[in-house]
């Protein structure tokens, strides 16, 4: 009689499946505790570019954070969480300019955000509890400060509607920095991209379907209309930065947020 090997037990397979699930979160977790307290504390008195950033991720060192820092250490703080991955670090140099270029502004936003949530604000400020603008930004607009507001706000009250948990953000986060559709990147990193994308993807199904049950199809799809929101404000915001920067040219912005908000 020929003997043939069973498959394991069903209730092993989901045990296992959530084991990896759970190392995954936590290892994930650290990482976005760590960002965080760059984030919080520190802030570098250099100004590198993006090019700079990407030949040498320098640790940041301990300086107060200043308001007017904010978004050079919100980008930079959020580039090193990103490198820190290896699949990151395997990629050419061009393509890893072109995907932060691409990505960054977008996802520290979300970051923003998240930690907004998490701080059970209504609308996004720094980590000292001041605006995330420059105060000449604000005067700037002052005859309109609705489109600084709405941008802070608006989204915040979608994540609290929808309780977007941290693992929800962490999976997310990943996700949508693994976009193989961004524009000249090369076919290897597409690929690349692809694998680590559909790797966090599924462990975000698994998520909600241990979390939500029969509700998982429908969560899923109002966590990745998120990606819509965030690119939509993301771009307001760049474009508010723009407009700023074309009136008030002696105002200098550090080299990254020069960068990285296409000024």
């Known amino acids: 009689m020929e003997f043939v090997a069973s498959s394991p037990p069903v209730t092993e397979v989901i045990d296992t499946k959530f084991k990896k699930l759970e190392k995954m979160l936590g290892e994930l977790r650290l990482k976005d505790i760590d960002r965080q307290a760059k984030l919080s504390s520190f802030y570098s008195l250099d100004d590198p570019c993006l090019e700079d950033v990407l030949k040498d991720p320098m640790a940041a060192p301990?300086?107060?954070?200043?308001?007017?820092?904010w978004a050079f250490l919100a980008l930079f703080s959020h580039m090193k969480y990103f490198m820190d991955f290896k699949f990151v670090q395997n990629l050419s140099v061009r393509d890893q300019k072109i995907i932060f270029q691409f990505s960054t502004l977008k996802l520290t936003y979300f970051c923003g955000?998240?930690?907004?949530?998490?701080?059970?604000?209504?609308?996004?400020?720094?980590?000292?509890?001041?605006?995330?603008?420059?105060?000449?930004?604000?005067v700037h607009y002052r005859?309109?400060?609705?489109?600084?507001?709405?941008?802070?706000?608006?989204?915040?009250?979608?994540?609290?509607?929808?309780?977007?948990?941290?693992?929800?953000?962490?999976?997310?986060?990943?996700?949508?920095?693994?976009?193989?559709?961004?524009?000249?990147?090369?076919?290897?990193?597409?690929?690349?991209?692809?694998?680590?994308?559909?790797?966090?993807?599924?462990?975000?199904?698994?998520?909600?379907?241990?979390k939500y049950q029969q509700s998982a199809p429908s969560r899923l799809a109002d966590l990745y209309s998120l990606y819509g929101i965030i690119t939509t404000n993301a771009q307001q915001m760049e474009n508010l930065f723009y407009m700023f920067n074309f009136n008030t040219p002696e105002f200098k912005f550090r080299n990254l947020v020069t960068d990285l908000f296409h000024l």
């Open 62 to 69: 301990n300086h107060v954070v200043d308001p007017h820092e």
């Open 113 to 138: 955000l998240m930690r907004t949530l998490n701080e059970k604000r209504m609308k996004m400020l720094n980590p000292g509890g001041q605006e995330i603008y420059p105060d000449d930004l604000i």
């Open 143 to 210: 005859s309109t400060p609705y489109s600084l507001a709405r941008i802070c706000s608006e989204p915040v009250d979608r994540m609290i509607e929808w309780r977007i948990t941290n693992e929800e953000f962490y999976l997310l986060n990943l996700i949508f920095f693994c976009n193989p559709a961004i524009p000249g990147i090369s076919n290897t990193t597409q690929m690349s991209l692809t694998r680590k994308r559909n790797k966090y993807s599924g462990a975000l199904f698994h998520y909600c379907q241990i």
